[in-house]
């Protein structure tokens, strides 16, 4: 398992410092670095953010009140003092800069050893209308499904699969992470790579409108303001 990590610094040098840090690191993955947090809370929220405290504009501690709860926050800084203030907003840790590597090291170890074991992904049994046969597919590997008329096209890395089902009962079974954000298209949540007013862009490359009725509801889901 890979934490998506981002890096919230006005500093360019020290979020350069962060970012090869992350990408040193193999069970991190580094999907942005900003310089400006008011970006970095319109994106899609990480697992893991190394936010500075001290920025002009938004600080790090009014960026972590914003933030998505899920997301875990490690706080940077040039000052000791800000130790305290680090807590009280329930960090996982803070890391005095210059942040060297093995204290880096330390600390995203510590959040690893933390973190619960995730459960494997639940599996799908989907009658595919092509075939006429049922398949077993980990729900995890299915990035979005599509409708039309009176069937439903789950799409994978690799292939597609139809099965004559309508969009709510393909929805209704489907795990908790699986999302209606159009009359016409459900996304994973996992695969989601962009986010743009009324679109979103998925690991496959496609871009999936977002319905105005769908638009609170993902917003809420995903933790974005």
Do not use: W
């Amino acid at each position: 398992m890979k934490l998506q990590c981002i890096v919230v610094d006005d500093e360019p040098a020290a979020l350069d410092i962060l970012a090869r840090y992350i990408q040193r690191t193999p069970y991190l993955e580094l999907s942005a670095t900003y310089l400006n947090p008011l970006e970095a809370l319109s994106a899609i929220p990480p697992d893991l953010a190394f936010v500075d405290v001290d920025m002009p504009g938004m600080n790090g501690l009014e960026f972590a009140k914003k933030c998505s709860k899920e997301t875990i926050i490690v706080f940077t800084t040039s000052f000791r003092e800000y130790a305290a203030d680090a807590y009280e907003q329930a960090a996982a840790d803070y890391l005095l800069k210059p942040v060297s590597h093995e204290r880096f090291l330390r600390c995203t170890a510590r959040i690893m050893e933390r973190l619960p074991a995730r459960d494997p992904s639940p599996a799908l049994l989907i009658k595919d209308a092509l075939k006429a046969q049922v398949v077993q597919i980990p729900a995890d590997d299915v990035i979005r499904i599509s409708g039309a008329l009176d069937y439903v096209e789950f799409h994978l890395n690799d292939r597609k699969l139809m099965a004559y089902k309508s969009m709510d009962k393909a929805l209704k079974d489907l795990p908790s992470f699986f999302v209606r954000v159009h009359r016409s298209h459900i996304i994973n949540s996992h695969h989601i790579s962009g986010i743009r007013p009324g679109l979103l862009t998925m690991d496959d490359h496609t871009e999936v409108p977002v319905g105005r009725k769908y638009q609170s509801a993902l917003k809420a889901y995903l933790g974005v303001r």
